[in-house]
């Protein structure tokens, strides 16, 4: 027998949803769509990003698989590293659901992946939905460009903080990063 698939009026109805499963969906015109697993090499990159980070905020405060309400189409975003603010800590208790009335995370990162679709999603279509909900820095991973774009909200619209490449430091507005290197955060997803 064929169940019938989900229809969600209210993003408060698809989070009372559970199938029973792991899997991750984005809410697009009340639907639901599955996302993909990441690559083993973005994972690699992820989880080298994580292990540079654990040490500078807390291993609380950083996230993976944590759910972004924002506005727009789709509903939600699963990015794919987030740094939280403490507070947030409290909040996400229940479910790793940062909800619009919520203060926004301090750093969303994305590995992009191949291919044009991704490539626009990252830096078109999520870019304007982060910066919509006022996170105050959005890293873009790029393996194939060989670069990470770090961009920082300044009055509401996200600027170039840099464009980081080889032995470039990587800069952040958030986060007191030394000595990490984009070519050593690149490097760790061969």
Known sequence: MTQAKPIFSTFEDYLSYDDGTDKRYELLNGDLIELPPESGENNSILMFVCLQLVPLV???RVRWGLELEVWGEPKNRY???????????Q?????NTIRLSMEPPLLVIEAVSPGE?????DYIAKRKQYQDICIPEYWLIDRIQQTITVLELKNGIYRELGVFSGSDPIQSSVISIKSLTAE???NAGQ
Do not use: F, K
């Open 58 to 60: 807390g291993y609380r």
């Open 79 to 89: 990015p794919d590293l987030v740094v939280i603010r403490e507070e947030h800590i």
């Open 91 to 95: 909040q996400l208790q229940s479910r």
């Open 117 to 121: 679709s991704n490539r626009e999603r």
């Open 184 to 186: 050593e955060v690149l």
